[in-house]
């Protein structure tokens, strides 16, 4: 008895460590969270307003997080544990995107990162080329330059764009999906011959 007592308790806390991981989900549910204090009131109440428009008018949902410190992870695992602990996007047709900026606050080492994960569902709108350009396009020069507010907000009219063959029902979406994925598949090869000839920058750029 003493046994399965411990091992209850041994689950639950290795549950709790792997939840405080990542940022809780906000309660009440928020699409924009600032938790690195790198908005005024005023810039996440218009990204807010911006991207529950976007929710309501689509299939498709943008979460925006900032955070101090990824707490030790990469920052792929930290949007792809959040946006699943979240339900960024839903479980029936995951599509979802999370856009993360961490300002590295946790360690010296650790550096400032932005990431952007896109669900399952929107990976054939959304393939990493894309997000990859918006990263260095929109958001890092304007990080740089600490334009945080038109860094998220230029981001996430990019996504929106790149996404809009998935505002139609869902099932064209599907089809107009899938054949972008799959001709991203077969693009993919060619533009990582030309990124290793011309000693382009590497996949993603995944700091600022």
Wanted: with cysteine.
């Amino acid at each position: 008895m003493k046994r399965i007592i411990v091992l209850f308790l041994s689950l639950v806390l290795a549950l709790s460590l792997t939840a405080q991981r990542v940022l809780p989900k906000p309660n009440p549910p928020k699409l924009v969270n600032d938790e690195a204090h790198l908005l005024t009131p005023d810039q996440v109440a218009s990204l807010e307003a911006k991207l529950v428009a976007y929710d309501d008018s689509t299939s498709n949902q943008i979460v925006i997080v900032t955070v101090p410190t990824l707490n030790g992870l990469d920052p792929n695992d930290y949007a792809t544990e959040l946006g699943r602990s979240w339900g960024v996007g839903g479980s029936e047709y995951n599509n979802g995107v999370v856009v993360l900026v961490s300002t590295g606050q946790g360690s010296e080492s650790e550096g400032r990162k932005v990431y952007i994960s896109a669900g399952y569902g929107l990976e054939g709108a959304l393939p990493d080329i894309t997000l990859k350009q918006i990263i260095e396009n929109e958001m890092v020069p304007n990080l740089k330059a600490g334009n945080y507010y038109r860094a998220m907000d230029e981001a996430t009219s990019a996504l929106i764009r790149a996404a809009a063959a998935c505002k139609l029902p869902l099932s064209t979406a599907s089809k107009r999906c899938m054949f972008k994925k799959v001709f991203s598949a077969i693009r993919l090869p060619f533009t990582v011959l030309l990124s290793f000839l011309f000693q382009a920058s590497p996949h993603r750029r995944a700091f600022f």
